[in-house]
């Protein structure tokens, strides 16, 4: 029988079933087997028979680890063909898509049991501010777990542990919940009547979840339009029809609303799985999506491999967050994965965005997806009045100061002078993206990396965001030995200190991945913020992503242009995406919402397009562009990367494989493009090199390149150079 092992090798093993325990050899059932001269946990993916081996004796299994499948034979199938669509070893693929990959034993049941809170009886005596932010959640939501208290108040745990202890709140102990670290939530769903466009989409995910079939959907609502409440009653749908829902998000940490929601409306029902659960957690909500306890499973990109017996129904949400795509171990695009397990279930696939890929626009144009569209706001909210700033007008102020136009100084005054909140973005972290010399224009560079180093003024430190590696910015110019090196540029930091030492009075407030990296300081911040107690939150995309702050109603663009920059075929696209996610932020309460998005370029299609609201006229143009240069919807793409310490040898490899790929390539219609060094061509000590491939649309990049890339993965091999295939690639840069 064949065996696959996770570990990254390209075909699995043949082993011989010992002699009596051939009823135990059932496909997708884990066994101990000998691997050189260790012992491996795989899993049986054939049957067929394998008691020879090139005339050698195969060798013995050592034992079956389970009595039924561990992998159902439908997931195996998903998994093999998720494995060649990615280039990737099933062995691979199993790990990254199974919980600790092929576990010899099943992880120790998490504990099931957590402590809840309620006040007592009588009214407090003094309380630390943070005690009463504890006091006031518990009051507020009545009852509330351990963990649901520290998601709101950072360490809100402990504290409503020693409350507890002084006799201010009620502790008892009750089984837990689903690993939904959330927000509480009222359950509206009897109260909220839809809307006629989000009956009109019901009603086609409907008759297509009751078909039993394959179907797919795109489904377009602005920011603000309900597609969430679509998303929920989509799943009530396919329960009834007797299946499962897979419900993918783009980043689960980010979405406390969300999951307390989900909770409120299906409860026990709905399992978790990202990759930040503890390991017993993770294994656990495995188990019981396995075991059909749910219905419903929510998560980020590798919840895609739920091992549900039937799912009927796949919902991507923000289906264009390039989130989606795994970039490291094995490159995978959870969207597409979701449209072909889909496909190979029988099952309705829903990609749900305010500005669609590209990729999903072009399926509604070929027939092979249905538009349904959310074209309007819930109630009587508007979308906000966005107005351009051209920032080339504004050389002629100094420093920090030239990031900040008149107009938008006097939005935020007015803003704060009402009483309302504002925004705003910058997405870049840090205090400088540049320390360069006045005198002879050197910008300091990581010695590792060919980019220049950010300083961060909170830490001190230059520090590289490819490699993260630190330096004392030095005094002087290392080139010129000048003493005039300035700090160039804006990031979220510098922002802060301007608006800080601006509006005196103001409370501002940083979210980016730097201050998220600390434990409990984003929650915190979005605590701050849902509590009134921000004046001016500003950052980075993180911002954002999805949350509703009722309060907010002016939002600021510094520079749209950062993201516009980048020498890739999808930063427009980008561009028009962050803009139209960011403006949303504004006027989600009952005060309507302006933003100003500054910029050097206000000529540019996505950012008129992003302020008219037009997302129909940006896509119309976007994918003309595509059409016309072949660029994905229009083709496929394959990256080859090639990267070492010794840049001869990574050159050599690359050329290598391109003179031998060449005619294969060519003889099936494929265009390569390089070798040539990669945009950023060193990169943690590593000289990188790339070849692009361009494919024509729907190429079947499984059934063609296994056979054709593995003896290239040996010639770079012996050279000392890395080789990695990347499918259909987001990130073009390195
Ligand atoms: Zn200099
Ligand atoms: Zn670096």
């Known amino acids: 029988m064949e065996v696959a092992v996770p570990l990254p090798i390209d075909h699995p093993f043949t082993y011989r079933v010992p002699s009596g325990q051939e009823a135990r050899a059932r496909v997708g059932v884990r066994v101990l087997v000998p691997f050189g001269r260790q012992k491996v946990t795989g899993l049986i993916t054939a049957l067929a028979d394998g008691s020879t081996l090139g005339g050698r004796e195969a060798r013995e299994v050592l034992s079956f680890l389970d009595e039924e499948p561990y992998v159902s034979s439908a997931h195996l199938a998903f998994l093999y063909a998720a494995a060649r669509e990615c280039l990737a070893p099933l062995g691979e693929m199993l790990r990254a898509a199974l919980p600790g990959g092929l576990p010899r034993r099943a992880a120790p049941a998490a504990p099931r049991t957590e402590t809840v809170y309620r006040a007592a009886e009588g009214s407090p005596a003094a309380l630390t501010p943070k005690q009463r932010r504890v006091y006031a959640a518990v009051l507020e939501a009545g009852e509330i777990s351990s963990p649901d208290l520290s998601a709101l108040v950072p360490g809100g745990g402990d504290v409503a542990r020693r409350l507890a202890a002084k006799g201010i709140l009620a502790g008892s102990v009750?089984?837990?919940?689903?690993?939904?670290?959330?927000?509480?939530?009222?359950?509206?769903?009897?109260?909220l009547v839809p809307t006629s466009h989000q009956e009109a989409a019901l009603a086609k995910t409907g008759v297509a979840l009751a078909s039993g079939g394959f179907a797919a959907f795109v489904l377009h609502g602005i920011t603000g339009s309900g597609k969430t409440e679509v998303y929920l009653r989509a799943v009530e749908q396919a329960r009834l029809t007797g299946r499962q829902t897979v419900y993918l998000i783009p980043e689960i940490a980010l979405t406390p609303q969300l999951l307390g929601r989900v909770r409120a409306r299906f409860g026990e029902g709905a399992a978790v799985l990202h990759s930040g659960l503890p390991p017993a957690e993770r294994a656990h909500q495995w188990r019981r999506i396995r075991a059909g306890e749910v219905f419903l499973c929510i998560g980020a990109r590798s919840a895609v491999f739920s091992p549900f017996s039937s799912p009927g129904l796949f919902i991507v949400d923000e289906e264009h967050d390039s989130a989606y795509k795994q970039e490291e171990g094995i490159r995978y695009q959870a969207r597409d994965l979701a449209v072909m397990r889909a496909r190979m279930e029988g099952a309705v696939v829903l990609l749900g965005s305010a500005t669609?890929?590209?990729?999903?626009?072009?399926?509604?144009?070929?027939?092979?997806?249905?538009?349904?569209?959310?074209?309007?706001?819930?109630?009587?909210?508007?979308?906000?009045?966005?107005?351009?700033?051209?920032?080339?007008?504004?050389?002629?102020?100094r420093g920090a100061d030239r990031y900040f136009s008149s107009a938008l100084e006097d939005a935020v005054e007015e803003t704060l002078s009402r009483g309302e909140k504002a925004m705003l973005f910058v997405n870049r972290r840090g205090y400088a993206p540049a320390l360069t010399c006045l005198d002879c224009g050197t910008t300091v560079q990581c010695r590792n990396c060919q980019v220049s180093l950010t300083f961060h003024k909170q830490d001190g430190v230059l520090?590289?965001?490819?490699?993260?590696?630190?330096?004392?910015?030095?005094?002087?110019?290392?080139?010129?030995?000048?003493?005039?090196?300035?700090?160039?540029?804006?990031?979220?930091?510098?922002?802060?200190?301007?608006?800080?030492?601006?509006?005196?009075?103001?409370?501002?407030?940083?979210?980016?991945?730097?201050?998220?990296?600390?434990?409990?300081?984003?929650?915190?911040?979005?605590?701050?913020?849902?509590?009134?107690?921000?004046?001016?939150?500003?950052?980075?995309?993180l911002i954002a992503k999805g949350h509703d702050f009722p309060e907010v109603t002016f939002v600021g663009v510094l520079l749209a242009d950062l993201s516009l920059s980048f020498p890739d075929f999808r930063s427009a696209e980008r561009t028009f995406q962050i803009l139209t996610q960011v403006s949303g932020r504004a006027g989600r309460g009952d005060r309507p919402g302006k933003v100003i998005i500054q910029?050097?370029?206000?000529?540019?299609?996505?950012?008129?397009k992003a302020a008219e609201h037009d997302f129909h006229g940006f896509m119309e143009a976007e994918l003309a562009e595509r059409e016309a240069l072949d660029y994905p919807p229009f083709g496929r793409m394959l990256l080859l990367r090639f990267?070492?310490?010794?840049?001869?040898?990574?050159?050599?490899?690359?050329?290598?494989?391109?003179?031998?790929?060449?005619?294969?390539?060519?003889?099936?219609?494929?265009?390569?493009?390089?070798?040539?060094?990669?945009?950023?061509?060193?990169?943690?000590?590593?000289?990188?090199?790339?070849?692009?491939?361009?494919?024509?649309?729907r190429f079947a990049v499984g059934d063609f390149f296994p056979e054709l890339l593995r003896p290239m993965r040996e010639v770079a091999k012996k050279a000392g150079v890395r080789m990695e295939a990347d499918v259909d690639p987001y990130n073009l840069m390195i």
Not at 385 to 397: F, P, T
Not at 484 to 490: E, F, N, P, T, Y
Not at 599 to 608: D, F, G, M, Y
């Open 174 to 191: 009750r089984m837990k919940s689903p690993a939904l670290s959330a927000s509480p939530f009222p359950d509206t769903s009897g109260a």
């Open 643 to 697: 990267w070492g310490p010794k840049l001869e040898r990574v050159q050599e490899a690359a050329e290598t494989v391109a003179e031998t790929l060449s005619r294969p390539l060519s003889e099936a219609g494929i265009r390569m493009l390089g070798p040539a060094p990669s945009p950023i061509a060193f990169v943690k000590k590593k000289h990188r090199y790339q070849i692009l491939l361009k494919m024509p649309p």
């Open 463 to 541: 520090l590289c965001h490819y490699c993260s590696a630190k330096e004392i910015p030095p005094e002087r110019c290392g080139s010129c030995d000048g003493h005039k090196v300035a700090q160039v540029g804006i990031g979220t930091e510098r922002l802060v200190a301007w608006a800080a030492r601006r509006w005196k009075d103001a409370r501002v407030a940083r979210l980016d991945s730097d201050v998220g990296r600390k434990r409990g300081s984003y929650e915190e911040i979005l605590s701050r913020m849902h509590g009134g107690e921000v004046d001016i939150l500003v950052g980075t995309q």
């Open 599 to 608: 910029t050097l370029s206000p000529e540019h299609v996505c950012i008129r």
């Open 356 to 397: 669609p890929s590209a990729e999903s626009i072009r399926l509604t144009r070929t027939g092979e997806a249905e538009l349904l569209s959310l074209p309007e706001r819930i109630g009587t909210r508007h979308l906000p009045e966005i107005s351009i700033v051209d920032l080339k007008g504004q050389s002629a102020r």
